[in-house]
């Protein structure tokens, strides 16, 4: 008994001590120690309603979450252990606190797990994507909850072209724009699309590269025999045929030279021989078949048999022919020479002349013989020349003398000639310059090109135009200058511009008007439009044509024949008749030239009505060359 009692005092003792220890103690009014308690030792209250120590709680994995934690003893009044703070999970609310204690806050609230709950501004909280903080999307749904759908949604780049499109500042292809209607976003709008590449030194088709364009055919529409197709390439923004042959004129050699398909076709010329003329014709690059007359053995009946100039030659005469003779005449009576006069001989039947015999005198004869017999041999002095126009224009006898039966060169002769523009009557008619100023007023207008490719020959062409037209000073010739197209940067989309004021002017303000001339026009040049505005009814480039006058219009160009008017060469050439040089009348149609590149004939030879001699070369660009051209152009005006 002993040993039990001491063993329950040590623990009230112990117990005492604690409780001292915990700073919590209860007395009874007479200061007896009564009961103890665990001072702020971790408790919980159970669904029963006791208090309880952290280690006798179950559940306590819940009281590190949310709003709910453990409490800690207190001593009532009674000296009881009463937990006190002790926050047990509650209906989850709206207040930013995991209520419930499950590690998830407001959830009942935040029903799309954005964050945001519908009570501190998530206007739809079963869409996860709307909540204050949410970008306004195309959807139809007020996505940052400021009252307003899809509101200040900026349009969208979009492309519906190609995908390999290239967008840069050499093309003018453009991305579209896309606005939002309705929540959806709306049809793609505003785009510039790729365009078929064009020779313009742009990208028109937005790949990238520019001009890249695929090699195409160009040249003879056939072919045939020397023709052969070119290929058009592309320079600087134009388009240009190289390498193309075109066809040309048949001749006898053996090839198909005008690309017909057949070979030295329908091709004749005259042929000779010693006894006239006829035709043959090519056959394999070889003329032959020649149907002229051919000689014949000679025969002696008077008729040069084999052509050769000479009657019955091997042949001294025909029986009973006669002829004159001075040469070893015989006294008919004497038989002994005679050594003046003349004789007579006979053909005998062995076809051979007979003997000469005295037979009369004559008049004196250029001969080295007395034939008047007067004792004088020769000595004459006749006139010579072309007697009828003698006199007239430039015109003169000659004198020729004889001496030894030879007559001397026709001295101080002036014969006919054909009329030059000298101011002479060279072809003694007794008229001057006598048709060869058929065109005595002439209206010419030079159109020329003025593009950049046109920079070798600008300056050629005005030293080879001023030379020519020098020599028209104090006429009544008027001369007008068209340049084509339009100059950078006053008007590039001009097809023309007339460059002289008035529109018809003198020599002078010609000549000042070319020589402001330089290669600072627009690209592709419509040669072909300015024709036609210079020819058709109505003078809209306003030359002012003059009713008296004979209209000349000279094209120049390096480029091929071009259009901005869609023009076919038909229609020009309908415009464009034109008259053979030197019987234009007044008032009739355009004596139209073009100097341009060789290989472009063919682009004028319909509008020319095929008389290709009005088609010149334009290289190589020479003044003097220039000048020769359009004397040769205007070789009927004489001045």
Same mark, same amino acid.
């Given at each position: 008994?002993?040993?039990?009692?001491?063993?329950?005092?040590?623990?009230?003792?112990?117990?005492?001590?604690?409780?001292?220890?915990?700073?919590?103690?209860?007395?009874?009014?007479?200061?007896?120690?009564?009961?103890?308690?665990?001072?702020?030792?971790?408790?919980?209250?159970?669904?029963?309603?006791?208090?309880?120590?952290?280690?006798?709680?179950?559940?306590?994995?819940?009281?590190?979450?949310?709003?709910?934690?453990?409490?800690?003893?207190?001593?009532?009044?009674?000296?009881?252990?009463?937990?006190?703070?002790?926050?047990?999970?509650?209906?989850?609310?709206?207040?930013?606190?995991?209520?419930?204690?499950?590690?998830?806050?407001?959830?009942?609230?935040?029903?799309?797990?954005? +964050?945001?709950?519908?009570?501190?501004?998530?206007?739809?909280?079963?869409?996860?994507?709307?909540?204050?903080?949410?970008?306004?999307?195309?959807?139809?749904?007020?996505?940052?909850?400021? +009252?307003?759908?899809?509101?200040?949604?900026?349009?969208?780049?979009?492309?519906?072209?190609?995908?390999?499109?290239?967008?840069?500042?050499?093309?003018?292809?453009?991305?579209?724009?896309?606005?939002?209607?309705?929540?959806?976003?709306?049809?793609?709008?505003?785009?510039?699309?790729?365009?078929?590449?064009?020779?313009?030194?742009?990208?028109?088709?937005?790949?990238?590269?520019?001009?890249?364009?695929?090699?195409?055919?160009?040249?003879?529409?056939?072919?045939?025999?020397?023709?052969?197709?070119?290929?058009?390439?592309?320079?600087?923004?134009?388009?240009?045929?190289?390498?193309?042959?075109?066809?040309?004129?048949?001749?006898?050699?053996?090839?198909?030279?005008?690309?017909?398909?057949?070979?030295?076709?329908?091709?004749?010329?005259?042929?000779?021989?010693?006894?006239?003329? +006829?035709?043959?014709?090519?056959?394999?690059?070889?003329?032959?078949?020649?149907?002229?007359?051919?000689?014949?053995?000679?025969?002696?009946?008077?008729?040069?048999?084999?052509?050769?100039?000479?009657?019955?030659?091997?042949?001294?005469?025909?029986?009973?022919?006669?002829?004159?003779?001075?040469?070893?005449?015989?006294?008919?009576?004497?038989?002994?020479?005679?050594?003046?006069?003349?004789?007579?001989?006979?053909?005998?039947?062995?076809?051979?002349?007979?003997?000469?015999? %005295?037979?009369?005198?004559?008049?004196?004869?250029?001969?080295?013989?007395?034939?008047?017999?007067?004792?004088?041999?020769?000595?004459?002095?006749?006139?010579? +020349?072309?007697?009828?126009?003698?006199?007239?224009?430039?015109?003169?006898?000659?004198?020729?003398?004889?001496?030894?039966?030879?007559?001397?060169?026709?001295?101080?002769?002036?014969?006919?000639?054909?009329?030059?523009?000298?101011?002479?009557?060279?072809?003694?008619?007794?008229?001057?310059?006598?048709?060869?100023?058929?065109?005595?007023?002439?209206?010419?207008?030079?159109?020329?090109?003025?593009?950049?490719?046109?920079?070798?020959?600008?300056?050629?062409?005005?030293?080879?135009?001023?030379?020519?037209?020098?020599?028209?000073?104090?006429?009544?010739?008027?001369?007008?200058?068209?340049?084509?197209?339009?100059?950078?940067?006053?008007?590039?989309?001009?097809?023309?511009?007339?460059?002289?004021?008035?529109?018809?002017?003198?020599?002078?303000?010609?000549?000042?008007?070319?020589?402001?001339?330089?290669?600072?026009?627009?690209?592709?040049?419509?040669?072909?439009?300015?024709?036609?505005?210079?020819?058709?009814?109505?003078?809209?480039?306003?030359?002012?044509?003059?009713?008296?006058?004979?209209?000349?219009?000279?094209?120049?160009?390096?480029?091929?024949?071009?259009?901005?008017?869609?023009?076919?060469?038909?229609?020009?050439?309908?415009?464009?008749?034109?008259?053979?040089?030197?019987?234009?009348?007044?008032?009739?149609?355009?004596?139209?030239?073009?100097?341009?590149?060789?290989? %472009? %004939?063919?682009?004028?030879?319909?509008?020319?009505?095929?008389?290709?001699?009005?088609?010149?070369?334009?290289?190589?660009?020479?003044?003097?060359? %220039?000048?020769?051209?359009?004397?040769?152009?205007?070789?009927?005006?004489?001045?």
């Amino acid at each position: 008994m002993g040993n039990k009692f001491s063993h329950r005092k040590f623990l009230l003792i112990t117990f005492a001590v604690a409780a001292l220890l915990q700073g919590c103690s209860a007395c009874d009014d007479a200061g007896g120690l009564s009961s103890y308690c665990r001072l702020n030792y971790p408790c919980g209250i159970t669904t029963g309603g006791n208090h309880v120590s952290l280690e006798n709680f179950k559940g306590s994995a819940t009281y590190s979450i949310g709003a709910c934690q453990f409490g800690k003893f207190q001593c009532d009044e009674d000296g009881k252990e009463v937990c006190v703070g002790f926050v047990r999970p509650t209906t989850e609310t709206c207040d930013g606190i995991d209520n419930n204690c499950d590690g998830f806050v407001d959830e009942p609230f935040d029903l799309d797990f954005d +964050g945001f709950t519908s009570c501190n501004g998530d206007c739809n909280d079963r869409h996860g994507g709307v909540n204050p903080n949410a970008p306004e999307i195309c959807d139809n749904f007020d996505n940052d909850c400021n +009252g307003k759908v899809d509101d200040d949604i900026k349009p969208i780049s979009c492309w519906t072209g190609p995908e390999n499109t290239v967008f840069d500042e050499a093309n003018s292809c453009k991305r579209g724009e896309q606005y939002c209607v309705s929540g959806k976003w709306g049809p793609c709008n505003n785009q510039v699309f790729p365009n078929r590449e064009t020779c313009n030194d742009n990208d028109d088709d937005c790949d990238g590269l520019i001009d890249n364009i695929p090699a195409t055919n160009c040249g003879p529409e056939r072919r045939f025999g020397i023709c052969e197709y070119g290929k058009v390439i592309c320079v600087d923004g134009e388009s240009k045929c190289i390498d193309a042959i075109y066809p040309e004129a048949e001749v006898c050699d053996g090839i198909d030279n005008d690309c017909d398909g057949s070979v030295d076709d329908g091709l004749i010329r005259r042929c000779s021989t010693d006894c006239g003329n +006829g035709v043959e014709e090519c056959n394999s690059g070889a003329w032959e078949n020649c149907d002229a007359p051919q000689p014949e053995p000679e025969l002696c009946d008077g008729i040069d048999n084999n052509c050769d100039g000479r009657v019955d030659e091997g042949c001294s005469c025909i029986l009973g022919a006669a002829r004159l003779c001075n040469s070893n005449i015989l006294d008919p009576q004497t038989n002994q020479p005679i050594n003046c006069g003349v004789g007579i001989e006979l053909c005998d039947e062995f076809g051979s002349w007979g003997p000469c015999y %005295y037979y009369n005198t004559q008049p004196e004869q250029c001969n080295n013989w007395d034939d008047d017999c007067d004792g004088v041999v020769d000595g004459m002095v006749d006139t010579c +020349g072309s007697t009828p126009f003698a006199g007239v224009g430039e015109c003169r006898v000659g004198t020729s003398t004889c001496s030894a039966g030879v007559w001397s060169d026709c001295v101080g002769a002036v014969a006919p000639q054909a009329e030059v523009c000298d101011q002479l009557d060279n072809d003694c008619d007794g008229q001057v310059d006598e048709d060869l100023n058929p065109h005595n007023k002439v209206d010419m207008v030079f159109a020329i090109d003025i593009s950049g490719s046109m920079c070798p020959y600008i300056t050629a062409l005005a030293q080879g135009i001023s030379q020519y037209v020098n020599q028209f000073q104090n006429t009544e010739h008027r001369f007008a200058l068209v340049s084509f197209p339009g100059q950078y940067p006053t008007n590039p989309s001009l097809a023309y511009e007339l460059r002289t004021s008035p529109p018809l002017v003198d020599v002078s303000a010609l000549r000042a008007a070319l020589f402001s001339l330089a290669c600072d026009g627009a690209p592709n040049e419509p040669s072909w439009d300015v024709l036609s505005a210079l020819t058709i009814l109505g003078d809209p480039v306003g030359i002012n044509w003059r009713s008296d006058a004979y209209p000349y219009i000279i094209i120049v160009t390096d480029e091929p024949a071009q259009t901005w008017l869609n023009l076919s060469e038909t229609q020009i050439q309908s415009q464009n008749l034109n008259c053979q040089v030197g019987d234009c009348q007044p008032g009739d149609a355009f004596e139209t030239y073009i100097i341009t590149g060789s290989g %472009y %004939y063919y682009m004028w030879d319909d509008i020319v009505n095929g008389e290709m001699d009005r088609l010149v070369n334009i290289h190589p660009p020479d003044p003097t060359r %220039y000048t020769q051209i359009l004397r040769n152009i205007f070789q009927n005006i004489c001045i």
